[in-house]
């Protein structure tokens, strides 16, 4: 049958020299031949449903409402590190009960303050002429808003149905609550149906995005939300086709705070931050360890993201070398270094030799840290997968134990069974001489010199990568990994499944190049790529095969 | 938290060794009752069993339960217990997913995993997506979950939500329905409307089938201009969208009898490791009263997913400081590790014991609920360190309405578990010659 192994890094995949099976890939390109530039080119491009974030910064947006009702959904399926690929995943009977009682209270929440929804008052109506009028004009500027385009005549005689089902029942608000559970729970609303456009001649099932779609693509790729009014009214004038016109939109999205959020949520997955919330320490290990650092611990990673991501620098090399940190008095004196003092977080300057960025973050080193111990496997791991986009197979059944903890034996010592048996060492070679370059970190993210009575040792070594090598310290590992061809590859992959919700096709390539291209010549900033994932092949462009007609 | 009483364990235990000259008077069918419903409840543990400590000795009709099996003494006439049976679709190596997804995958289904992009712990195999195929429940459910409120509910305790470890339950290939882990949700869910005044309760079938008439045609209408692949969701949409329509026209609970509205759970950190086994226990006693209630007759409990790695810090003078999935990867030299899986088997065990307790206090005709009930154990694995899928771990609990000869120690050569899957439909009384990949099935399974 099928099923031949595919790597995802192209050309750059000859440089691998993979132990057999050890390092998996997850998506399909091409090799890499041929210009880019010409007719373009893009992957199967599957309907896409809100994800519960998305949900609710939409109803937030839509209806003013901030009860969060997605987080009573059912978890979005995971795949490929991320919560919204389109991949086919059936909605379960339980997520559609749940939409069905979303909808019922933000409707009964919005009904609350009709002034904010209708033109009219509804005290004020007399008989049915007058109810219509203001249901259908209420029907017309919510329904488009809703559905992210202008209804169509259909639509519109369904929700004046409905409203007239609402309306018999009871009274005028019980039309217009009727109206708003039906738009919600409408595909509309839930899914991003793109159908406007068929393809041009000659451009094979490449279908372009109207306006509307691309306002809608736009709004939730950088606010993971619905289009402002701005631009809805960019899409009226259909103002939304030229590359100028689209960057003109970008820059004004990306300096909305609602980006800052959007990004986050980018972040908070490609980087597992969700660990960090049920991070536990021993006592006994980590005596000076509680429960109220971890929110302090969060707050310090969101903003060390937030400046590398929107400050000044903005880049790759930020991010993983950056001697800063931001804290508060009582997370400086859990760390044990000065510069902050009371319960604002200010940024803290840290010692440049022991600092690589996010990676040596405390609460970092502690999520990727065990209980009562450093944890060197998980944090090879963690930028092998993360930062190396590799993937790292579960354990195997029947692991030897490892010695115990013992005052006598230092966690390197304790490993030293996975370089000496060759069954252990072709995956874990991978990992452990990377995450020993953490040592310097205990597992509650404590600075250390010594372990077991014994100076650290902190060197490590890189293997399979365009920087394999030999490093001592953090921060020199962050340094080459800052460098790396594989890491700035594996950053423009992560945001390509995250932008476009799904796995690359070898389709894709060019979309691809462009990206690495134009966010080489950023300086590998982020906000750069971001932009540029508006402006590829991608991005501009549906396919209609298999998807939409 | 203490769901078992020593009393009963105590009980248990004597009833092991003094149980046995009746057993062949208790051999049986259940005292069955065609007024009541049959239900079926799938009861899934993880990370494989301790074969030498879980397998009974003796024959068929006279045997004694093993260590890990006897807390369930007080029902040994209700048990079948089925040993040598393998998952040999899971076990087929040249599929996509790991041991442990692949078992997860099959469990219930017995058709292999879709591509997907999930490694797992097989550096050899395709990366896993979901199990692609429908699950035995929800095939047991089309045929007699359709009258009900809910035609199948999934509790979890702490379950995971992605991937093939996580999900039993498919409705269809790549459509798991997720569990719900919140004993809060799941009262919410179940029974928020009991006892609700009649006509406050009629308004709201009547706005709901108005709007969700008119959400299911604009799913219609967006279907047919749609390419395969997208139509298939939509559709899939759909129809769940119909199912909530037409449940909105049964009949509901009556408070009565047994049924009554069980008290609303408090609140509760329902991931924090050591509240896992209150968590368990709101979960079995809001199953039981949903079945007396008959609203739902098809239902799961699945404890932690595979490679669930919960911390049984709980078990009594043993001081478990590492997870399941972690522990189940020792070798068998590994003494200590060994005895932990047991106990955390033993600990399993009476939990059951004690759901199948609750069935059993539910007068019903002549019987009991756990009568008319049929209640199918399974693991993703046989054995945890080795990764196997035979033999595996099966055991039937309850009389399925007098479809099941209970008080048995079946042993079988390997057979497929498909064939399980098979006699599950029947015992249920849904007509059924194959199940799953029928190059894995031969047909029901003999001797059931």
Known sequence: MRRTRRSALGPLALLLLVGPGCLGQIGATKQETGACGGAPEVGATPLRRLTRFEYNQTVHDLLGDTT??????????????????????????????????AAESLAKNAMLTPANLLSCDPAKLSGAADEDACATQFIGSFGKRAYRRPLSDDDAARLLAVFHAGRTAQDFATGIRYVIETALQSPQFLYRVELALPPADGAGDLAPLDSYEMATRLSYLLWSSMPDDALFAAADADELKTPDQLRAQVMRMLADPRAHGAVAHFNQQWLKLDKMSSMEKDAKAYPSFNASIVPLMQQEVQQFLEEVMWGQKGDLHELLTAPYSFMNGQLAT???????????????DLDPSRSAGFLTLGGVMAMLGKADQSAPVQ???????????????????????????????T????????????????????????????EKFDGAGLFRTSESGQPIDDSGEIEDADVAGPFTGAAELGEKLSQSLFVQKCVVTSWFHYAYARLEAPEDQCTLKTLSQKFAASGYRFQDLIVALTETDAFRYRRVSGGAQ | MKPISRRTLLKGAAGAAIALPFLNAMTRRGRADSAFPKRFIVWFTPDG??????????????????????PLAPYQDKLVILDGLTDQVGNYGQEPGDDHQRGMGTMLTGVHLLDGTQQGGCTTCPAAGLAGGISVDQAIANAIGTTTKFKSLELGVQAGSSGAWAYSNYTAANSPLPLDNDPRSVFARVFADLGVDAAALARLRAERKSVLDAVADSYTALSARLGPDDKQKVDGHLSTIRDLELRLTTPGATVGGSCAKPPEPAMLDVMANDNFPTVGKLQMDLLVMALACDLTRVATIQWENSVGDVRFTWLPGQNITRGHHDMSHDGDDVTQTIEWLTQINVWYTQQLAYFLGELAKIPEGAGTMLDNTLVFCCNELARGNVHSHNPMPYLLAGGAGGGLKTGRFLTYNGDPHNNLLVSLMNVMGVQATTFGDPNFCTGPLAQL
């Open chain 1, 68 to 101: 969060q009702p997605a987080n009573a959904f059912p978890a979005d399926e995971i795949r490929a590190g991320f919560d919204n690929n389109s991949a086919v995943v059936g909605v379960s009977p339980a997520l559609t009960e749940a939409y069905l009682n």
């Open chain 1, 334 to 348: 859990y760390y044990g270094v000065g510069g902050a003092s009371g319960s604002d977080f200010v940024r803290v």
């Open chain 1, 411 to 438: 966690t390197r010592e304790r490993l030293t069974q996975h370089d000496a048996d060759p069954a252990c060492h072709s995956c874990h070679r991978l990992m452990d001489p990377i995450g020993f370059g953490f």
């Open chain 1, 379 to 409: 944090r090879g791991r963690f930028v092998r997968e993360q930062l190396l986009c590799g993937m790292m197979p579960s354990p195997p059944p029947n692991v030897p134990k490892l010695p115990p903890l013992s005052p006598d034996l």
């Open chain 2, 49 to 70: 069993n301790i074969h030498e400590n879980w397998v009974p000795t003796g024959t068929t009709t006279n045997f004694t339960l093993s260590r890990i099996l006897a």
